[in-house]
């Protein structure tokens, strides 16, 4: 399946998701969110790509950006603050670039900008749906092939979270329920800023984990999940040229 397709997919989710939540919670103001966060993306896409390239496109990855944001973002912040991550999302994309790539998530860096600039708040709705988004989610981390960003990630993440409820002598079980399944599933494997060789990607999902559990135990007074996956966006570059040095 080529990543159009998966592209596709994963928007169907997200948007028929968005509709479950809202109807079942009676949550209009969030379907309001994810429906301005959506538009916002969509608009500030095809401006940046119209004075680039002199054509009017509209991309599947701007819907997707702006749904992550719409599900992220705190449904009770000002829908200008929605409309600030989605500018500073698609803005990352088109001008904080690598290799011809952007470096960052998209949503992550709109969202995790706003929070510091604007003092907006996250909610990350659906996060702990795991009957939902674990195995939608493995069939996206397969198709995309990023199976070793998952593996690395929880290998770190319940490494450490499982030695630490040894340590306090609390139910190992308990981990599993604060786990953040939407952030996993959805943002750590995105495919454009995640390495690309099989052992740079298992390093990137356990640098994840690993300042995931930092950052939470630490008590900042950030994201700690979206900080720990924009701190390993910024060492893809990196981590793409140890297997070529290795001769993978």
């Known amino acids: ?68 944001i719409g599900y992220v973002l705190a449904s009770d ?5 929605f409309i600030a991550a989605a500018l500073l999302a698609i803005g990352s994309k088109h001008i904080i670039r690598v290799n011809k ?3 960052f998530n998209p949503a992550a860096f709109g969202v995790f900008l706003t929070m510091f600039l604007f003092g907006a708040n996250t909610q990350w709705r659906g996060a702990y749906l795991w009957y939902v988004l674990i195995p939608v989610g493995l069939f996206f981390a397969y ?29 190992l079980l308990n981990i599993f329920g604060f786990l953040s399944y939407f952030y996993i599933f959805v943002m750590v494997i995105e495919p454009k800023t995640t390495p690309v060789f099989k052992r740079a990607k298992f390093a990137f999902g356990l ?37 070529q040095r290795r001769g993978a």
């Open 101 to 103: 790539k952007h470096l």
């Open 207 to 243: 640098g994840v984990g690993i300042l995931v559990f930092l950052f939470t135990e630490l008590g900042v007074n950030f994201d700690a999940e979206l900080a720990a996956l924009l701190l390993m966006n910024l060492s893809v570059p990196l981590l793409n040229k140890i297997p």
């Open 77 to 81: 912040e000002p829908f200008w603050k």
């Open 143 to 171: 198709k995309v092939q990023k199976k070793e960003v998952l593996a690395g990630y929880l290998f770190s993440a319940l490494g450490l979270f499982a030695a630490q409820a040894l340590l306090q002598k609390a139910p």
């Open 1 to 68: 399946m080529k990543l159009l397709a998966v592209k596709s997919w994963l928007i169907a989710f997200l948007g028929l998701l968005a509709l479950c939540l809202a109807i079942t919670g009676k949550d209009a103001l969030f379907l309001s969110g994810v429906a301005v966060a959506l538009i916002s993306a969509l608009i500030f896409d095809s401006l940046f790509i119209y004075l680039k390239e002199k054509k009017v496109r509209v991309t599947d990855s701007s819907i997707i950006t702006g749904l992550i």
